[in-house]
T-cell receptor, first 113, second 114 residues
Framework: DQQVKQNSPSLSVQEGRISILNCDYT??????FLWYKKYPAEGPTFLIS?????DKNEDGRFTVFLNKSAKHLSLHIVPSQPGDSAVYFC????????????FGTGTRLTIIP | EPEVTQTPSHQVTQMGQEVILRCVPI?????FYWYRQILGQKVEFLVS????????KSEIFDDQFSVERPDGSNFTLKIRSTKLEDSAMYFC????????????FGAGSRLTVL
């Protein structure tokens, strides 16, 4: 049951450049999407969210883009910093977040100094 | 910053034993959740809890699992008779009723079943 997919298990980006993490989903009932970051031995930490009524949401260095017709979202981090090195999870929910989160498998981002 | 606290951080148990994982959610949060992540796999939803009852559960959450809010601060996950495949990292999460719908996760409890 792979309703949320992150096809890149890992990504390396030079410090200061843009990191782009991608996520695809198959369930058209999903209407709320979140990105979480996870360091080893810690729980997932919320980064940014977007509901299906928008196609872009920005918070500081983080921007999430949603393409509903393609069932695709992406997280842009610019500029990338060494502290951004972590595993990034995309998650989706129905009913504007009032139902369970379905997570992707994660992308390990490594920022190269 | 408020945080979700989980204990123990690591528990090793024998197959067939009962295990209780404990969580202290953020104090003004009213929605509580358990998720788990088996090594190398994705984070999976187990159960959500609101107003002293289960609001949603996954097919993983069978009769061997139960949740309880025994007092005003703790939220527990009990596994009645552990199996080898229950070995995983278990994450508790909570969220507020109003405002941005965001789950705050604890650091997790690693369960190893031998």
């Amino acid at each position: 049951d792979q309703q949320v997919k992150q096809n890149s298990p890992s990504l390396s980006v030079q410090e200061g450049r843009i990191s782009i993490l991608n996520c695809d989903y198959t369930n058209s009932m999903f209407d709320y999407f979140l990105w979480y970051k996870k360091y080893p031995a810690e729980g997932p930490t919320f980064l940014i969210s977007i509901s299906s009524i928008k196609d872009k949401n920005e918070d500081g260095r983080f921007t999430v883009f949603l393409n509903k017709s393609a069932k695709h979202l992406s997280l842009h981090i610019v500029p990338s910093q060494p502290g951004d090195s972590a595993v990034y999870f995309c998650a989706a929910s129905r009913n504007f977040g009032n139902e369970k989160l379905t997570f992707g498998t994660g992308t390990r981002l490594t920022i190269i100094p | 910053e408020p945080e979700v606290t989980q204990t123990p951080s690591h528990q090793v148990t024998q197959m067939g034993q009962e295990v209780i994982l404990r969580c202290v959610p953020i104090s003004n949060h009213l929605y509580f959740y358990w998720y788990r992540q088996i090594l190398g796999q994705k984070v999976e939803f187990l159960v959500s809890f609101y107003n002293n009852e289960i609001s949603e559960k996954s097919e993983i959450f069978d009769d061997q699992f139960s949740v309880e809010r025994p007092d005003g601060s703790n939220f527990t996950l009990k596994i009645r008779s552990t199996k080898l495949e229950d070995s995983a990292m278990y994450f508790c999460a909570s969220r507020a009723v109003t405002g941005l719908i965001v789950l705050t996760f604890g650091a997790g409890s690693r369960l190893t079943v031998l």
